[in-house]
Structures are given as structure tokens and as C-alpha cells.
């Protein structure tokens, strides 16, 4: 027992977590991916006796095999785009820190899907490090997923004997760098594509209902896009913000993105382009909803050029945002 204390050196660990996604684009992976995470009372929070029997027997016969179609079309050799750039951000983000004074230690998690928290987590417990920092990479703070995420971190954490030093954070979308690096990339965009009529920063929508209630997350979005828009000079007609990705009956965050597309062919304008700040790494939602369905949508109802700028990925301004978090965040646990 005498050195057992030797284990509990200085160590300091940071799980990067994001929403997640399915191992394989197979109906039977879409169906577990998809139980996980309709199952989540953060994500749908309808009474229980009537929307457990709607998933089980309907919709998880239903929807997996539809959208395992749809991750095929995004699908890479090296699997899900999403894991593929996670794994890189955490690479390139241990680079940044191998010289450091301290004994950083890095792991990724998927709220929904594999790797797991429980699994992350576990490993920072196994390796006797008594401080972790949790960074969901969500910039737009919001109950399906930033929120959903700290209620993963505690299930897990309660069934330990004791609970480590823990740091949260909740949302970065008014962060320097961060408004910095979309603006290069959009910047870097224009550069290349010319610049478009309209340029769209299209966020992951969520049900009206969850604005009343008291959710901020309409509020970030509009503050990213105004701040984006003023360090590139844009005038308000410019640009425009919108919510994807909606599902269901009830009213969701307004305008909604594939209206105002339509809307746009209506007035005449023929040259868009389509940034969504909202998702950190490219996945389903850009890669396929965007850059494929919406664009079909802009051409045939008699558009001309669209364009959608990538997220901020594994490039050198999200890792260099990262690590000002991490630094930012690890501060008073040791000189980092």
C-alpha cells in the first residue's frame, strides 16, 4: 500500500466527445445506433408508454434501413467520416501536447455508439487519473447534446466508489478563435468558389417547444452567425441563418433551411453557398442532407451554383481552438 499513492501522479485526463455514429452503414447497425439515440429522453422527451411502443414496433423497422442507404452514400474506406476525423483531431491534439510539463492523457467518446463514455471513462479510471475534463465538441450549447452528454458523464460516475475532479464544457460559440477559424474558412471558400448571392449557416434544428422552455441554443446560433458576419464585413442581406434536420409533427426552430432554399429559386437567386457552424466535423447531416439533398433541391427548382463549405475538421485552426480550450479549461489543476 505504500506505493499505491505513487499511482495517483499528476495526471490530467480529456475525453472529446461528439455525437456519434454507426459502425457500419447496415440496417442492423442503424438500428442499434438508432435505439440509443431516440431512446434518450433529451432527444425525445414524449410520454414514455406511447413512444418506447412507436419505436420498437415502427419505426425501428422502418427508418434503419432507410438511413443505412444514406450513410453509404457518405461512407468511407476508412469508415464514418465523423470517426474518421475525430480519430484525427485526437492525434493531432496529442502532438500539440507531447511536450508538455504535463502528463496529458487523450481519449474520444460518442454519446450514441462506440467509442462509449462508460468505455473512456473507465480507461481514465484504470489509469488512476483523478482529473478529466469533458469536451463535447458542440459549439451551440443545447440540451440534445451538450446536456445529454453531462447526463452520460454522471450515469457513469455514480456506480464509481469515488468521483474525480471534473470540468465541463458547455459550448464555446462566442469563442475568438472559433469565430475566427469559420471566417478563415469561409474566407478561404470565396477565395476559391467566388463569392455566392446568399451564404447560409444552416444549424441542426430542434423543436420550437425547447426554446419556450428555456433552452439558449436558438440564441448561440444567432450570435455565431452575427459575429461571423461581422468580422467578414457582411451586410444583413448578405446571409441568412436556418435550421436543418427537423423530424416530426411539431413546429421546430424556424426558418427551416430546405424552405428557404426554395424560397431563394423563387426570388431568382441562382449562386448559394452553405456553412453549418453547429457540427464541428463533417457527418450524415453535412455531408449527405447538405451537400447532397439540399443541393439537388437548389438545382431543380432552378438554381445554378451551390456550394457547401466543409466544417472545421481536422485543420490547423479547429486543432489550435482545441488546444486554447483544453489550456483554457485544465487551468489551476497544474502550470499547463
Not at 275 to 280: C, T, V
Request: charged share 30%.
Amino acid at each position: 500500500m505504500e506505493n499505491f499513492k505513487d499511482l495517483y501522479t499528476d495526471k490530467i485526463g480529456v475525453l472529446i466527445t461528439n455525437l456519434g455514429t454507426p459502425n457500419a452503414p447496415t440496417k442492423k447497425s442503424l438500428r442499434t445506433y438508432l435505439n440509443q439515440f431516440l431512446m434518450d429522453r433529451r432527444v425525445v422527451d414524449i410520454n414514455r408508454a406511447l413512444w418506447v411502443p412507436l419505436l420498437k414496433l415502427i419505426i425501428l423497422n422502418i427508418r434503419p434501413k432507410k438511413s443505412a442507404k444514406l450513410y453509404k452514400k457518405i461512407w468511407t474506406k476508412n469508415g464514418s467520416p465523423l470517426m474518421m476525423y475525430m480519430k484525427k483531431i485526437k492525434t493531432k491534439i496529442e502532438k500539440r501536447f507531447s511536450h508538455s510539463d504535463v502528463d496529458f492523457h487523450f481519449n474520444i467518446a460518442m454519446r450514441y455508439g462506440d467509442p462509449s463514455f462508460k468505455k473512456a471513462l473507465n480507461d481514465f479510471k484504470n489509469k488512476y487519473i483523478t482529473k478529466i475534463l469533458i469536451l463535447p465538441l458542440y459549439p451551440q450549447a443545447g440540451s440534445p447534446t451538450t446536456s445529454s452528454s453531462l447526463d452520460e458523464v454522471f450515469k457513469e460516475l455514480k456506480v464509481w466508489p469515488w468521483v474525480p475532479h471534473l470540468r465541463f464544457t458547455s459550448g464555446y460559440h462566442d469563442n475568438d478563435k472559433y469565430i475566427f477559424s469559420l471566417s478563415e474558412s469561409i474566407k478561404k471558400h470565396f477565395n476559391e468558389n467566388g463569392i455566392p448571392e446568399k451564404l447560409l449557416f444552416s444549424f441542426h434544428g430542434m423543436p420550437q417547444r425547447y426554446l419556450e422552455e428555456g433552452d439558449p441554443y436558438y440564441c448561440f446560433c444567432h450570435k455565431t452567425a452575427r459575429l461571423v458576419a461581422e468580422s467578414l464585413n457582411l451586410k444583413k442581406d448578405d446571409y441568412d441563418l436556418c435550421f436543418q434536420s427537423r423530424f416530426g409533427r411539431e413546429p421546430w426552430l424556424k426558418p427551416y433551411t430546405d424552405e428557404l432554399i426554395e424560397k431563394y429559386t423563387e426570388m431568382g437567386i441562382k449562386d448559394i453557398a452553405v456553412i453549418s457552424p453547429g457540427f464541428s466535423v463533417d457527418c450524415l447531416e453535412t455531408l449527405e442532407e447538405i451537400k447532397i439533398q439540399y443541393k439537388e433541391l437548389f438545382l431543380e427548382k432552378g438554381g445554378e451554383k451551390f456550394t457547401y463549405i466543409p466544417c472545421l475538421n481536422d485543420s490547423n485552426e479547429h486543432i489550435s481552438l482545441i488546444e486554447d480550450i483544453i489550456r483554457s479549461e485544465t487551468k489551476g489543476w497544474k502550470n499547463v
